[in-house]
Structures are given as C-alpha cells and as structure tokens.
C-alpha cells in the first residue's frame, strides 16, 4: 500500500481509504461478520483511513464502525463528519457540538482524527445551505473550538455546492483537508475540461487546495458505481446514486462510459473500474481515494487496482482525448 501524506496534518494515510456511506452500504447493511471481516482485511491490506457520518443510514454506519474497531482494535485514522442543515444553521456551535458528541458515543471514541462539514456550501446561505460568510465566521470556529478541546485532530470540509464557494473556503486557510469529487466523469478538479463539457466546473481546485497545504480526499471515484459501466448494483448497495459533481443521473453517467471503455481495448488498464480508481493518483495533489465497498470483493478489487499505482501518461492522453468526444456529444 503506498502512503501520502494528508496536506498539512502531517498524517501518513493509506492511497486508498475505506468509505462507509450508503452508496456502497456494506457498513450499514452487511452482517457483522461481513462489516468486521472487511475492516480487519482492509488493514492487512494497508488501509488506515476510515471515512463515516452522521448521515450515512442516519448513524448506523458509525455505530457498525465503532463497533469493527472496537473489536479490532487497530492502529488507524477515523473521520466523520457534520452536517447542519436548515435547522442547525440557527445556532451552529451548538449544533456541531451536540453532532460530535454523539458520533463519538456511537464510534466509541473520546476524538476523532478528522471532522468535517458535510454540507453544500453557497456563496450566499439560501436553500438550507449556509453562505461561506457563515462557515467561515460561525460554523468553522466551532470546529476549531472542538479541536482546542482535545476531541478533533483536524478540520475538514466536503467541497461540493457552489464552485466559487468551495474555492473561497479552501483558499481561507480554514480547513486542513477537502473531500473533493474527481473522477473520470468529471475531472475538472484537476483539469480543465473542454467547452460543453456536461457536468458541474470545479475549476481546477486541486491546485490551490495543494498551495494551501489543504489535504484531498478524493470522492466519488466511481461517480456512485457509474464508471463501472453497468446500470445493475450490488444487492446491497445505495439505490439512491444521485451522483455528486457528475451527470444529472445514474443511467446518463452510464451511458457516457462508452467513452472511456478504450481505455480497456488500448490496454491502458484491465478494466473500467481500475482505470477510474488509478485516474486521481497522478495529482500529486491528492492524498486518498476513498471508496465505499459493497462486499470484501470489492475491497479486494480497489486494493489491486491501487497497487497498479497511477495510469499511464499515454492513458491520460487518452482519456483527455475521451473528454473532446463527451464534450462534443452534449
């Protein structure tokens, strides 16, 4: 397993992290042996990051979570996250207190490595989201409060909502980390896409979270299990796939993986899913690439596919030339 270190926290975390959402939902709808069979693999095979919420199947992940590591007792990092909405926004310090002390209560855990703000963010609060005025004068200082209390090592946020918006809080020196959509679907984290290209612009944010020393966790990487090229899903997977900073739904993202299934005739990688899951290791931006698992299989694939290491200049030539053609057919 190789390991980069996450921005300017210092930690050392595993190129692959393990997902606990409800898009995958092995940690909210396996059995527990399947729940604690996948952690302990996943730290023979090297991965140290665990990745969870509040929201993914409304704590149950946390509590699944909490109980594997407790089990396990490994040597690990461990991230979750908060999430205010419409209601919260009312009185944020007590609304993200009150949300950590009860993810550490179902994690089993006095701290946690990592917390991070799950909602979308807006240049102005409308729609239940909260304006960057608001984060970054209201909601990050109570982050900030809890790591001064000894109970958070770092503050994150999930980048995702208005693409100005995010730009301004990872460029603020506010955050230490960014979950940030990349993918094959939608690379414009990372690259600028070209004119028509149908999905959301983030404009390059890669490259001022690594001048911020912001670390980046990389998020849908499989645009929800579209870049598997298959509308079926795993009996126990999410069936709610709206993706994330993709196409307007499932089935369209499927479709658009024709494209990039040249990748495979070329040789350039042995399968879709591979191919997607080595795109974001050649930023020397990114730290993690987190995946959420249906079953240990789809552990045992990832990891395979991560020890591949980066895809190759001449597949990324490739797949930059797959964007032209996207672009073009919108």
Known sequence: MEYRV?????????????????????MIRG???ERERAVARALELGVNFFDTAP??????????????????????????????????????TTTVTRSLETSLRRLRRDRVDLLQLHD???????????????????????????????????VGMT??????????????GAVDTAQVPFNLLNPSAG??????????????LLAPAQAHGVGVV???VLAAGALSGQLGRHPIAGSNVDPIASGPDYATDVERTR????????????????????????????????????????????????????????ALARVEACWGEMASRH
């Not at 921005?7 to 959402?21: K, N, T």
């Not at 690259?191 to 390059?204: K, S």
């Not at 997607?276 to 930023?283: H, I, V, W």
Request: hydrophobic share 40%; with cysteine; aromatic share 4%.
């Open 191 to 204: 690259y600028a896409v070209p004119r028509g290209f149908p999905t959301q612009d983030l404009d390059r």
């Open 55 to 92: 929201a993914y199947g409304d704590g149950v992940s946390e509590e699944h979570l909490g109980q594997a590591l407790q089990a396990l007792r490994p040597t690990c990092f461990v991230a979750t996250k908060v999430r205010l909405g419409p209601d919260g926004l009312a009185d944020p």
């Open 259 to 314: 494209a990039l299934q040249v990748l495979v005739r070329e040789g350039h990688a042995a399968s879709l899913v591979e191919a997607a899951l080595r795109f974001p290791l050649a930023s020397s931006a990114v730290s993690t690439v987190l995946l959420g698992y249906s079953s240990e299989e789809h552990l045992e694939t990832a990891a395979a596919a991560i020890g591949k290491g980066p895809l190759s200049p001449a």
């Open 159 to 172: 980048a995702i909502g208005e693409t100005p918006a995010v730009h301004r809080i990872v460029g603020s």
């Open 120 to 154: 979308p963010i807006r240049r102005v609060r409308g729609d239940g989201q909260p304006g960057t005025t608001e984060v970054l004068e209201q909601i990050l200082p109570a982050f900030e409060a809890l790591r001064r209390a000894g109970k958070v090592g770092f």
């Open 31 to 33: 059995t527990p042996v």
């Open 6 to 26: 996450l921005g300017r926290s210092g930690l050392r975390v595993s190129a692959l992290g393990f997902g606990c959402g409800n898009i995958g939902g092995l």
């Open 218 to 220: 990389v998020i849908r």
